[in-house]
């Protein structure tokens, strides 16, 4: 075996509870795992990326990873960490979402099935689909105790929870369902560990001891911490909602900055987690860090690893042009450089005025670009104070009274941006 996974989980902070037994198990020979991972969209978020580099570390260990769809227990919801019941799907919905998320797990997993611990995805619809309630109850339900089933701490939590409604059936049998899928994987399969978020082990656990009382197995558990941030902010989370891996809904720009964004604790702490760099490396980064935090090496390097990992080296790229565009020193040709969806990104929340495209062909004059065709500035004289000042820039390049914008100044045949002084951008779109 290559590296000992336990070992590699703990020095990174991913280690939360292990079954006793475990690392002995893993190290004697390849084993076979699975992380469950919600099919409720079509696109994973960045809370998934701990379950995600889970799994990858665990096939680069030498092992072999599954990735389990819970298409057939999405269509009930997991009571772990929540308050309420989550929506139903379809199976459309389910194998539409299937494919987007076998997209995204497909950047850290090998799918390819050259190697013996290729990964593979499954679904535990494929499974459940054809199981009748009667034959559920009879092969499953019998052997679990209600009061088993109880002791649960998310089953206690909601129950004990003011704000709860109760539990349905529906969800109290989760616990059974996920349960049973560790016992199906272990028999058909020969998964013999299943892994996941903290929350998760009262459901793991259940699956190990149906393997012991149905296939007279032994099945091992092991979860990671459910990630916080130390300024006790949701991780994940910006103010426009979840951190997709999706482009489309996240772009790689945002993306980045998110991460550029994180707190220097945080850093230290995610740069173990979400990066592939070895020990050595990132002992030796923080350290750097430690000596000259201004710099924010940790926070650049894991924002580089990360959004090349889910998106692609092109795409940090353009992220770290535009972040130049925008914090940094700057020129025209940088700003010609990016794309209309990433400048647009940039550019959120810049006040924009639209001019006729024919009015920019003819030559627009500065005055008119700053008040009486944009309003920008309140009157025509403010106009040419500022521009006597010399703190006017067009396209990021300081400009006189006299200059005209033409369509050559055209970002994206449709943008022109004037900076007045450092803190006040304006965007021109041409209509």
Same mark, same amino acid.
């Given at each position: 075996?290559?590296?000992?996974?336990?070992?590699?989980?703990?020095?990174?902070?991913?280690?939360?509870?292990?079954?006793?037994?475990?690392?002995?198990?893993?190290?004697?020979?390849?084993?076979?795992?699975?992380?469950?991972?919600?099919?409720?969209?079509?696109?994973?978020?960045?809370?998934?990326?701990?379950?995600?580099?889970?799994?990858?570390?665990?096939?680069?260990?030498?092992?072999?990873?599954?990735?389990?769809?819970?298409?057939?227990?999405?269509?009930?919801?997991?009571?772990?960490?929540?308050?309420?019941?989550?929506?139903?799907?379809?199976?459309?919905?389910?194998?539409?979402?299937?494919?987007?998320?076998?997209?995204?797990?497909?950047?850290?997993?090998?799918?390819?099935?050259?190697?013996?611990?290729?990964?593979?995805?499954?679904?535990?619809?494929?499974?459940?689909?054809?199981?009748?309630?009667?034959?559920?109850?009879?092969?499953?339900?019998?052997?679990?105790?209600?009061?088993?089933?109880?002791?649960?701490?998310?089953?206690?939590?909601?129950?004990?929870? +003011?704000?709860?409604?109760?539990?349905?059936?529906?969800?109290?049998?989760?616990?059974?369902?996920?349960?049973?899928?560790?016992?199906?994987?272990?028999?058909?399969?020969?998964?013999?560990?299943?892994?996941?978020?903290?929350?998760?082990?009262?459901?793991?656990?259940?699956?190990?001891?149906?393997?012991?009382?149905?296939?007279?197995?032994?099945?091992?558990?092991?979860?990671?911490?459910?990630?916080?941030?130390?300024?006790?902010?949701?991780?994940?989370?910006?103010?426009?909602?979840?951190?997709?891996?999706?482009?489309?809904?996240?772009?790689?720009?945002?993306?980045?900055?998110?991460?550029?964004?994180?707190?220097?604790?945080?850093?230290?702490?995610?740069?173990?987690?979400?990066?592939?760099?070895?020990?050595? +490396?990132?002992?030796?980064?923080?350290?750097?860090?430690?000596?000259?935090?201004?710099?924010?090496?940790?926070?650049?390097?894991?924002?580089?690893?990360?959004?090349?990992?889910?998106?692609?080296?092109?795409?940090?790229?353009?992220?770290?042009?535009?972040?130049?565009?925008?914090?940094?020193?700057?020129?025209?040709?940088?700003?010609?450089?990016?794309? +209309?969806?990433?400048?647009?990104?940039?550019?959120?929340?810049?006040?924009?005025?639209?001019?006729?495209?024919?009015?920019?062909?003819?030559?627009?004059?500065?005055?008119?670009?700053?008040?009486?065709?944009?309003?920008?500035?309140?009157?025509?004289?403010?106009?040419?104070?500022?521009?006597?000042?010399?703190?006017?820039?067009?396209?990021?390049?300081?400009?006189?009274?006299?200059?005209?914008?033409?369509?050559?100044?055209?970002?994206?045949?449709?943008?022109?941006?004037?900076?007045?002084?450092?803190?006040?951008?304006?965007?021109?779109?041409?209509?």
């Amino acid at each position: 075996m290559s590296k000992n996974f336990v070992e590699e989980l703990t020095w990174r902070g991913m280690l939360h509870d292990v079954m006793p037994g475990t690392e002995e198990h893993l190290q004697e020979e390849m084993r076979s795992a699975y992380i469950g991972f919600d099919p409720t969209s079509d696109s994973l978020h960045i809370g998934s990326l701990v379950p995600i580099m889970v799994l990858a570390h665990f096939q680069r260990c030498g092992h072999k990873p599954y990735a389990l769809i819970g298409g057939a227990t999405g269509m009930i919801g997991d009571p772990s960490g929540k308050s309420q019941e989550r929506n139903l799907l379809d199976e459309e919905n389910l194998r539409k979402n299937q494919a987007g998320v076998k997209k995204q797990l497909s950047k850290f997993l090998d799918f390819s099935g050259t190697e013996e611990n290729g990964a593979v995805l499954v679904n535990n619809y494929d499974w459940m689909k054809e199981f009748s309630f009667l034959e559920f109850v009879r092969h499953v339900g019998k052997h679990i105790t209600v009061n088993y089933m109880m002791a649960k701490d998310s089953v206690k939590k909601r129950l004990s929870s +003011e704000s709860s409604e109760g539990m349905s059936f529906t969800e109290f049998t989760y616990q059974l369902l996920q349960g049973y899928d560790f016992l199906h994987l272990y028999k058909t399969k020969n998964c013999t560990l299943e892994m996941g978020g903290s929350d998760q082990w009262g459901n793991i656990t259940t699956g190990t001891e149906l393997i012991r009382r149905i296939a007279s197995g032994k099945g091992y558990a092991l979860t990671s911490p459910l990630i916080t941030k130390a300024d006790g902010t949701k991780f994940g989370k910006s103010e426009g909602g979840n951190i997709w891996l999706d482009p489309e809904r996240t772009s790689p720009y945002k993306f980045y900055q998110y991460w550029i964004n994180t707190s220097d604790e945080d850093a230290e702490k995610f740069i173990k987690i979400f990066t592939f760099l070895e020990k050595e +490396e990132v002992e030796g980064l923080v350290k750097q860090h430690q000596e000259a935090p201004h710099t924010r090496v940790l926070q650049k390097r894991l924002a580089e690893e990360i959004t090349e990992m889910v998106h692609s080296k092109e795409d940090l790229e353009n992220a770290i042009k535009a972040s130049h565009v925008l914090f940094g020193k700057s020129t025209a040709e940088d700003l010609k450089g990016l794309d +209309e969806k990433t400048f647009l990104d940039v550019f959120d929340g810049v006040p924009q005025a639209e001019v006729a495209t024919a009015k920019i062909e003819a030559g627009l004059d500065m005055i008119a670009a700053l008040a009486a065709e944009t309003n920008f500035l309140p009157s025509n004289g403010e106009a040419r104070r500022a521009l006597k000042a010399n703190s006017v820039s067009v396209n990021k390049e300081k400009v006189k009274e006299d200059f005209t914008i033409t369509t050559a100044d055209l970002i994206n045949d449709k943008y022109v941006i004037i900076n007045k002084g450092k803190k006040n951008t304006y965007i021109i779109k041409a209509v």
